[in-house]
């Protein structure tokens, strides 16, 4: 008979269910160590660029996306609307983004990438893409995208 697998907030055999989980087995440890394995590969080819993980996040979503106000880049980064301001203006110190007034509502400010980010992106983009090659090689494209599409349904799926 085989060995079944025990549910996921089960707790271990001697457990009265009053401990945390084991740290190795616990799912937002887990994450936040799979998130610096995976950004130890691209944080070198970033510096080289001197640009921050938060600001190439920020590029990658309008270089995407095209222009957006602070709060729809905050919400797409996944970065606190304060700390958006803060890359913001950084990045336009370096005249990689412009703040603009939205042509349909003028009281809307838009951000976008100037020509020097979008030249950026594409001194980038190649390495990137040779990261993501070696991660599928180890790893297997399937199955990356298997974790990427689990991952997405649990993000959509927030209390």
């Not at 920020?58 to 709060?71: K, M, S």
């Amino acid at each position: 008979m085989g060995r079944t697998r025990k549910q996921v907030g089960e707790p271990a055999p001697g457990d009265d269910g009053t401990r945390p989980r084991q740290i190795r087995r616990s799912l937002p440890i887990t994450l936040l160590r799979a998130r610096e394995a995976v950004m130890a590969r691209f944080r070198p080819m970033l510096a080289e660029h001197g640009v921050t993980d938060q600001q190439w996040r920020a590029i990658r979503v309008l270089g995407e996306a095209g222009p957006l106000d602070a709060t729809e880049l905050s919400e797409r980064c996944c970065i606190l609307t304060q700390s958006m301001t803060r890359i913001i203006r950084a990045l336009e110190d370096r005249d990689l983004v412009v703040r603009s007034r939205d042509s349909s509502d003028g009281r809307r400010l838009v951000i976008a990438l100037t020509p020097a980010a979008r030249a950026l992106l594409k001194r980038i983009t190649p390495k990137s893409r040779e990261i993501y090659r070696e991660l599928e090689v180890r790893y297997g494209a399937e199955r990356i995208d298997l974790l990427l599409d689990m991952l997405d349904e649990l993000a959509r799926t927030r209390p």
